[in-house]
């Protein structure tokens, strides 16, 4: 149980375009998403967070104009990255907090942008 | 400021090997910490550790936490090349949001 498809798995998009990406919980409700970006051979690193029907809460350094978060429902929030350029290229994961029993999360598969 | 810092950054042994995994932390609030594994996608979940002193044990791998010093352990008996990942520390405030280690990179030799 538990599960966050996240889609889609890498896209490869021409500087200056947006890029989409959905995450959904399957079989629960995600009241709270948390967005994170991991740079090669770093760390993730937490962009934002969002709760379900209000606006999502940015970390210091995240641009909130370019990274659009929109979680208008308890199953679905998207990460749009606007206005792409190459250093936006990096892997994206989304993480959904769950509380079955004890908080816990759970991952999406992540996504691997490329801005060329 | 808030940091969680995992040593070594990475490490390379022979299967059949123990190794071990640190994780210190500065946080404010402090809630759990926990232990992931990440081979090329998503972390997939290990350890939550929110007690002191209590091992917790899964197989050939098991942490412990000592609240007072504020580290933890990751340790993995007789390990095998599917062991070879990137182990991450992470760290739960108040508020409900996890602060990400470094990292460490294990790479298994046959």
């Known amino acids: 149980g538990a599960v966050v498809s996240q889609h889609p798995s890498w896209v490869i998009c021409k500087s200056g375009t947006s890029v989409k990406i959905e995450c959904r919980s399957l079989?629960?409700?995600?009241?709270?998403m948390f967005w994170y970006r991991q740079f090669p051979k770093q760390s993730l690193m937490l962009m934002a967070t969002?709760?379900?029907?209000?606006?999502?809460?940015?970390e210091q350094g995240v641009e909130k104009d370019k990274f659009l978060i929109n979680h208008a429902s308890l199953t679905l929030s998207t990460l749009t990255v606007t206005s792409a350029h190459p250093e936006d290229s990096s892997f994206y994961i989304c993480?959904?907090?769950?509380?079955?029993?004890?908080?816990?999360?759970?991952f999406g598969s992540g996504t691997r942008l490329t801005v060329v | 400021e808030d940091k969680v810092v995992q040593s070594p950054l990475s490490l390379v042994v022979h299967e059949g090997d123990t190794v071990t995994l640190n994780c210190s932390y500065e946080?404010?609030?402090?809630?759990?910490l926990l232990w992931y594994k990440q081979e090329k996608k998503a972390p997939t979940f290990l350890f939550m550790l929110?007690?002191?002193?209590i091992e917790k044990k899964s197989g050939r791998l098991s942490s412990i936490l000592d609240k007072k010093e504020l580290f933890s352990i990751l340790n993995i008996t007789a390990t095998q090349t599917g062991d070879s990942a990137v182990y991450l520390c992470?760290?739960?405030?108040?508020?409900?949001?996890?602060?990400f280690g470094t990292g460490t990179r294990l790479t298994i030799i046959p």
């Open positions: 993480s959904a907090g769950v509380r079955r029993g004890h908080y816990g999360y759970t």
């Open positions: 079989d629960f409700q995600a009241t709270t």
């Open positions: 969002s709760n379900e029907g209000s606006k999502a809460t940015y």
């Open positions: 946080v404010t609030n402090f809630r759990s």
């Open positions: 929110t007690s002191s002193g």
């Open positions: 992470a760290v739960l405030f108040g508020n409900e949001k996890l602060t």
